[in-house]
Nanobody, 111 residues
Framework: EVQLMESGGGLVQPGESLRLSCAAS????????MSWVRQAPGKEIEYVALINSRGDDTYLPSVEGRFTASRDNAKNMLYLQMNSLKVDDTAVYYC?????RGPGTPVTVSS
């Protein structure tokens, strides 16, 4: 059974940083492309970052240069380093494998 569990969200002020983590199990993580997606209140889910098994990554244009996805294939862990956070980054963040997401971790950016 595929299981994903995010952590690391919280309340921060604009300009601050957070690092999200996702623990994965139940599939061959090291061979699998992974994504970070988010859903802001009242909005559709949007892809934030995609990282393939080799670590090649792509980003939503609005987070490019501020967010960095990474992975530790030995630990089955996925990460999202978020710097220079903006109010518009407020959302619940999920890691995703295929169509499966974890329960999410909320990020609130507010002054």
């Amino acid at each position: 059974e595929v299981q994903l569990m995010e952590s690391g969200g919280g309340l921060v002020q604009p300009g601050e940083s957070l690092r999200l983590s996702c623990a994965a199990s139940g599939f061959t993580f090291s061979l699998s492309p992974m994504s970070w997606v988010r859903q802001a209140p009242g909005k559709e889910i949007e892809y934030v970052a995609l990282i393939n098994s080799r670590g090649d990554d792509t980003y939503l244009p609005s987070v490019e240069g501020r967010f960095t996805a990474s992975r530790d294939n030995a630990k089955n862990m996925l990460y999202l380093q978020m710097n220079s956070l903006k109010v518009d980054d407020t959302a619940v963040y999920y890691c995703q494998y295929g169509r499966t997401r974890g329960p999410g971790t909320p990020v609130t950016v507010s002054s």
